[in-house]
């Protein structure tokens, strides 16, 4: 005989599946003296629909268990986790086990659960319903058992933040149960059964020796660990940061590794860190676990003292499978992970001409221009309480993204990253550029069916918005391209890596990139270059071109955000300069903020002539400049 032993609906990190997922599971017990094949057997949570899901033949013997992930992936063997099609909403619905002869074996009516707090029979099979201390998956259900739900976090007062002098810190665990220890460290290692027991508040004072700056603490029963670790960093001392803070706390020898490890990408290369942030005000805005890892190619090489960029993802692994609070500005979508961009090339470690601005810079003027755009926020990184600098923290150009900013009602697109595929596949792109490649685009069927695939205002825009930056590293890579997996999707471009524009490689301000676009070279030249064979794309990109030219590309508009950028990021710049270079160099970026400057307000002069030249608009051509050369589109 079958019956529903135990269910945790709310599970965070109890148990996760194969694919590191937390999600509601159910457990199954075999109460009888034979071994039961669970084919014909099925659960639902609607009584109209008793086969909602059947289970596949699977045997259970005699007291033993079979475990049932609710998530909805309506995923079968081989494997021996099983995943129903339908997933539990945390209260309120009847779940059922249904006997091969359509007769109820076991019915329950699930009542609210706390986290990692479970709903199971005491004893097991038999015993009526408790709220366990313990969930149990494939195992013995066991005491503690109660008729109310435990309560599964500690509560810790004042949260980390910034604070002047001394603090008192409590911590309570509103468990009616003996037996509970809290245990806690200020250290940062994560507590133990053998951990300082908490007796009465702990004292946060910067007249300690060492200052103690992060508490550590979690429930215990017995030697075993009941709750998440808490996590609270404290600043007590030492003048405020002028940006909010990115404080990141991990072993001392997993930073370490990761900094010298350049070579390991991937999972592989991932570490686990606690990660906080404390708006500028010096409020604790919230606390989680992640994984952290290097980012970027160039960046990643250097000693362990370099400034490097990382990422961080939010998984089940960690206790937070995305994160849902603000971050960088009110994203509208919870957050799988995001880049900590240390702007390798437009940084004193890449360049001299460096003003750490540019490529955030560029990403708000692409939005201007009203197309999608990655966000960023500036923040002040600290790993283990060592300040490592002035970071552009910005979303991860994924899946997520692309549902929030462009259209939610698409499932799956085509992500591609200087035509490599980073998700789904290029069967579209490649069907794209076989359509510019085999044929003229100044027959007006062939343009119309380009116009099919592309997105070809965004395109123009994309391409003009580069074209002006005056961008040294590109059409040829630093790209990012997404379509709709659906019927009718068109590509899209992104702006991404954009560091390499206004003068920073390049110390002139007149160069004929309008050229650059067409002749350069790799996917995005061939179909600027094609597209620029049709009158009727040559008519649109001028029109785009002049109105941007008259709008966010205009030198009173660029200036403002260059301004606003620079003074955003001023006070913790200079300090990250001095920190790490000298008195010298805070007067160079404040000298290459002004050419920046100067760049914007000279720039749309020179490029409309290259422009209005090429495209025979009558206007008197610029200097010639050491690109000017190469073919011009071709006009009927």
């Known amino acids: ?148 739900p435990f309560a599964s976090r500690l509560q810790v007062q004042p949260n980390g933040g910034r604070y002047d002098g001394r603090i008192e810190v409590e911590m309570t665990m509103p468990l009616a149960l003996e037996d509970v220890e809290i245990r806690y460290t200020t250290d940062g290692n994560p507590p133990t059964s053998a951990s ?102 160039a960046g990643r090489q250097g000693d362990f003292a370099t400034k490097k960029s990382y990422r961080l993802y939010f998984r089940d692994l960690y206790g937070t499978r995305s994160l849902k609070e603000p971050l960088i500005r009110d994203e509208g979508y919870p957050l799988n992970g995001v880049v900590l961009r240390a702007n390798n090339d437009d940084a004193f470690r890449g360049d001299p001409r460096a003003a750490y601005i540019r490529d955030q810079l560029i990403r708000e003027l692409h939005e201007d221009m009203g197309q999608p755009a990655v966000h960023g926020a500036w923040y002040s990184l600290l790993v283990n309480f060592d300040f490592k600098g002035v970071y552009n923290v910005v979303e991860r150009l994924d899946q997520d993204f692309l549902r929030s900013h462009i259209d939610p009602h698409v499932a799956d697109w085509d992500i591609l990253h200087d035509s490599v595929v980073s998700e789904g596949d290029a069967e579209a792109w490649d069907r794209l550029l076989k359509l510019m490649r085999e044929h003229d685009l100044a027959d007006e069927a062939r343009y119309e069916e380009a116009l099919e695939l592309i997105d070809v205002v965004n395109f123009t825009d994309y391409m003009i918005l580069n074209i002006w930056a005056q961008n040294s590293d590109w059409p040829h890579k630093n790209y990012y391209a997404a379509r709709p997996r659906s019927s009718g999707g068109k590509w899209i471009f992104v702006s991404w890596d954009a560091e390499s524009v206004l003068g920073l490689h390049e110390r002139v301000h007149d160069l004929n990139t309008f050229q650059r676009g067409l002749n350069r070279g790799g996917p995005l030249t061939e179909m600027f270059s094609r597209l620029m064979r049709n009158p009727r794309y040559q008519e649109l990109f001028v029109e785009r071109f002049d109105r941007h030219m008259a709008g966010p590309l205009a030198s009173a508009h660029v200036v403002a955000r260059i301004r606003r950028l620079s003074q955003a990021i001023g006070p913790e710049q200079t300090r990250e300069i001095r920190g790490r270079y000298s008195e010298d160099e805070v007067t160079l970026w404040r000298e290459n903020i002004e050419a920046m400057v100067r760049f914007a307000r000279l720039r749309p002069a020179i490029i409309r002539q290259y422009v209005h030249d090429a495209l025979g608009r009558g206007i008197t051509s610029a200097a010639p400049s050491e690109e000017t050369t190469g073919d011009l589109p071709h006009a009927q």
């Not at 200052?211 to 003048?239: C, K, M, N, Q």
């Not at 900094?259 to 708006?279: C, K, Y």
């Open 196 to 297: 300082l027991l908490y007796a009465q508040p702990v004292v946060m004072s910067p007249a300690s020796t060492p200052v103690p700056r992060v508490l550590r603490a979690a429930a215990f029963y017995g030697d075993r660990r009941i709750t998440p670790i808490e996590t609270h960093s404290y600043f007590l001392d030492g003048e405020p940061f002028g940006l909010p803070t990115l404080s990141v706390l991990m072993g001392s020898g997993d930073f370490w590794r990761m900094q010298l490890q350049v070579n390991r990408r991937g999972r592989e290369s991932e570490h686990p860190a606690f990660v906080e942030v404390i708006d500028a005000s010096g409020s604790r805005v919230f606390g989680s676990g992640a994984g952290i890892r290097l980012h970027g190619n």
């Open 1 to 148: 005989m079958m019956r529903i032993n135990e269910v945790l609906l709310q599970n965070r990190w109890t148990k996760l599946d194969e694919n590191e997922k937390a999600s509601t599971w159910i457990e199954l017990v075999n109460v009888g003296t034979r071994t039961v094949d669970l084919s014909g057997f099925s659960i639902t949570n609607d009584v109209t629909v008793p086969r909602k899901w059947p289970i596949p033949s699977q045997e259970v013997s005699p007291g033993g268990y079979q475990l049932v992930w609710l998530s909805g992936k309506d995923q079968p063997p081989p494997t021996r986790e099983l995943h129903a099609n339908f997933e539990l909403s945390r209260r309120g619905e009847t779940l059922m086990l249904v006997a091969p002869d359509g007769t109820t074996s076991d019915a329950l009516f699930l009542l609210p659960q706390s986290d990692d707090r479970s709903y199971g029979r005491f004893p097991d099979g038999l015993g009526r319903f408790r709220y366990l201390l313990f969930p149990t998956p494939e195992e013995k259900n066991r005491e503690p058992a109660a008729e109310r």
